[in-house]
């Protein structure tokens, strides 16, 4: 079965680079992109996720508060949800967690780096089903 993969980000160049890299180390991975808050929800609504990576910094609603609701649905209620942000404080690491997210990356990010980091993760939560 193809792994469904979401990642949110209000840049259109950060999405593609990160689409092109999971689409050429992982092809059995299916690759949903959404530039914001409410897109994304539309996606998860409808798409059992297994991995979903939000950037923080999004105009509208940030990516904390879609964490939040993200773990309301139940197509990512249980999907690991990592965090991806330029500006790492303890505040955010804090709010973060406490919107219900598993880990927290910072940019700028090596793309390869991130392709086996999110493997890793899907893998550790495909041994846990």
Known sequence: MPIQIMFVDDEPNTVSVVKMVI?????????????????ALEIAARTPLDF?????????MDGIELCRRLR?????????????T?????????????????DFWIKPF???????????IIEARTAKL
């Open 23 to 39: 689409g050429l180390n992982q092809p059995k991975w299916i690759f949903h992109s959404a530039y914001d808050g409410a897109q």
């Open 52 to 60: 979903v990576m939000l950037d923080i910094s999004m105009p509208g």
């Open 72 to 84: 309301q649905l139940p197509t990512t209620a249980q999907a690991p949800i990592v965090m991806l």
């Open 86 to 102: 330029a500006l790492d404080t303890p505040q955010r690491r804090e709010q973060s967690k406490a919107a219900g997210a598993d």
């Open 110 to 120: 090596r793309p390869t780096q991130l392709s086996r980091d999110i493997a890793k």
